[in-house]
């Protein structure tokens, strides 16, 4: 069965600080690994997908990687700013039989960037 | 372009009784699955419909169940409602089928309490 972990759990650091969010699975046979950002009271919102054969993906000052031969993925966010706020969470999805499975979350990283 | 759109938003019920969710995914778009979320568990993988077919099914007792309509608008079904399952239910909606680069886009949630 795939675990996800997250490492911290929680995160405070000031504006304009660079910062790393760290996951990690179990089972590496994954389709692909989704950063997902929530705010509070609200859906999920996409960030970033990399799929199995890639190494990173980059989408403005966010940069995500993956290691799927050690299963893990990191987040990088770039001279981080109050808005950033919000719990980050990771997420595989797995292939299994004749498709691919839901996915599976960690459970997060809540980030505060403190003005 | 509208996002995906589940409702209600909030509702409450007691111990015992049915309760069904609706979600209306991005126009065009064909997948639509579901996600419960709790404190204690995190987010967890509830089933995925792909043009009105279930195509993956989580690891919930049968009081869950769902369906897909033709203009690819799913509906949700808890029976027998139990404290435990209080939670935020969330719908997300692609393009295509699971796996690959199919970004999930989700709604707001439904939250239900259940006393």
């Known amino acids: 069965k795939q675990e996800v972990t997250q490492i911290p759990a929680a995160l405070s650091v000031p504006e304009g600080e660079n910062l790393v969010l760290n996951c990690s699975f179990t089972d590496s046979a994954i389709y692909n690994l989704q950063w997902f950002r929530q705010d509070p009271g609200k859906g999920l919102t996409s960030l970033l997908l990399?799929?199995?054969?890639?190494r990173e993906q980059t989408s403005g000052r966010l940069n995500a990687s993956l290691d799927k031969s050690s299963g893990r993925s990191t987040l990088y966010i770039a001279a981080s700013q109050p808005g950033d706020s919000a719990t980050y969470l990771c997420a595989v999805r797995q292939g299994s039989g004749g498709g691919a499975d839901g996915l599976t979350f960690g459970k997060g990283t809540h980030l505060i960037i403190q003005p | 372009k509208a996002g995906v759109t589940q409702t209600p938003r909030y509702l409450i019920k007691t111990r015992g009784q049915q309760v069904t969710l609706s979600c209306s995914p991005i126009?065009?778009?064909?997948?639509v699955s579901w996600y419960q979320q709790t404190p204690g568990q995190g987010l967890q993988f509830l089933f995925e419909y792909f043009s009105e077919t279930q195509r993956n099914k989580g690891n919930f007792p049968g009081r869950f169940s769902g369906r897909q309509f033709s203009n690819s608008r799913s509906e949700m079904n808890v029976s027998t409602l139990e404290l435990g399952d209080s939670a935020l239910y969330l719908c997300a909606s692609s393009l295509g089928a699971s796996g690959g680069a199919n970004v999930l886009t989700f709604g707001a949630g439904s939250r239900l309490t259940v006393l």
């Open positions: 126009s065009g778009h064909r997948s």
């Open positions: 990399i799929q199995s054969s890639q």
